[in-house]
């Protein structure tokens, strides 16, 4: 299984609708990520957007820059998102669905936001 780190990030902020919201609140869930420093790190994204490290009792912000992804069962159905950072700020969170892969070298974070706005006529096109 290895080590990850573990990432706190509300509901609210994720692109899902109201109903798994509400269960990732009952859960009480906790994402998991392998991106970071892999060190059972306490992270935590706040509503400002920012990447924050509690180590005992003190807090750090990370100013993080980059892309990192995080998953977590939510009942029995599986939920990856990559979350990606510009000096230090949230600027967006985006789901992986089912089949896209998070590869490396990394896609740009807008590859996978055009994939979510492309009508189904022009995915189909795209394919041809």
């Excluded at 935590?44 to 892309?67: C, P, S, Y």
């Excluded at 669905?97 to 490396?104: D, M, R, V």
């Amino acid at each position: 299984m290895g080590m990850y780190d573990i990432v706190k990030v509300s509901g609210t902020m994720l692109p899902v609708g109201p109903v798994i919201r509400n269960r990732i609140k009952k859960e009480k869930t906790e994402w998991q990520t392998k991106d970071l420093d892999n060190s059972l790190s306490q992270l935590r994204i706040t509503n400002k957007g920012r990447l924050i490290e509690t180590i005992g009792d003190e807090k750090a912000d990370l100013d993080f820059h980059g892309i990192f992804e995080f998953h977590s069962n939510v009942g029995k159905t599986w939920y990856s998102f990559l979350a990606k950072f510009t000096d230090g700020k949230l600027t967006g969170i985006v789901r992986l669905k089912k089949g896209l892969k998070y590869t490396w070298p990394p896609k740009p974070l807008n590859s996978f936001l055009k994939n979510e706005n492309t009508s189904d006529k022009q995915k189909k096109k795209q394919t041809d």
